[in-house]
């Protein structure tokens, strides 16, 4: 089983309208959940950053850990075609391992 | 806003060359990382590195791999002897504390011919 799985997508939805990205994982000890967005070609840009379990806000941004399903999503609401981007997800352990392990990445595209 | 710089941006280089891919994290950060993406593949973790020492690196990072911070502000990749697999995006990442996020760079494209 891979440690981090995510839909590849292409996912493509008109503008407007909500986005849910999801990951899964296999590894119990992650403690720290980011989503990261990549422009073609540029170095990842984070977005959110959450420990643990629970839900963070962020303007359209909203980022939900379940740990107990192993389970993270990223939702976009009012999406804009400037949203258009691949989105990946991020896990590390913490403690001493703090090196992030990512999702392949979900490719999205607004439509105006 | 501070920002993670990389040069250069695209390195070409033939088989079996050195290559140095040069990062100016951001200027309070303790912590320092290399990733590697292979084109159409996941970002992969090679190497962190703090207290002038790596702390952890992953099996990619062979001894063909090095790195260093020879000044207050630059940190290095070194590549000794290039093979054509080491072409991919090499970002470099930087974080303030040890579970601190991690600012990357735009990264540098390597393409090994």
């Known amino acids: 089983q891979k440690e981090v799985e995510q839909d590849p997508g292409p996912l493509s939805v008109p503008e407007g309208a909500i986005v849910s990205l999801n990951c899964t994982y296999s590894?119990?000890?992650?403690?720290?959940f980011m989503w990261y967005r990549q422009y073609s070609r540029k170095g990842p840009e984070l977005l959110m950053y959450?420990?643990?379990?629970g839900n963070k806000e962020d303007g359209r941004f909203t980022a939900q850990v379940d740990k107990s399903s192993k389970y993270i999503s990223l939702f976009i609401r009012d999406s804009q075609p400037s949203d258009s981007a691949t989105y990946l997800c991020?896990?590390?352990?913490?403690?001493?391992?703090?090196?992030?392990?990512f999702g392949k990445g979900t490719l999205l595209t607004v439509n105006p | 806003e501070p920002e993670v710089t990389q040069t250069p941006s695209h390195q070409v280089t033939q088989m079996g060359q050195e290559v140095i891919l040069r990062c100016v994290p951001i200027?309070?950060?303790?912590?320092f990382y290399w990733y590697r993406q292979i084109l159409g593949q996941k970002v992969e973790f090679l190497v962190s590195?703090?207290?002038?020492?790596?702390?952890?690196k992953s099996e990619i990072f062979d001894d063909q791999f090095s790195v260093e911070r020879p000044d207050g502000s630059n940190f290095t990749l070194k590549i000794r002897s290039t093979k054509l697999e080491d072409s991919a995006m090499y970002f470099c990442?930087?974080?303030?504390?040890?579970?601190?996020?991690?600012?990357f760079g735009p990264g540098t494209r390597l393409t090994v011919l």
């Open positions: 590195f703090y207290n002038n020492e790596i702390s952890e």
């Open positions: 959450t420990y643990s379990s």
């Open positions: 590894n119990s000890a992650f403690q720290y």
């Open positions: 991020a896990m590390s352990e913490g403690g001493s391992n703090y090196k992030l392990t």
């Open positions: 990442a930087s974080g303030w504390g040890r579970t601190d996020t991690q600012y």
């Open positions: 200027s309070n950060h303790l912590y």
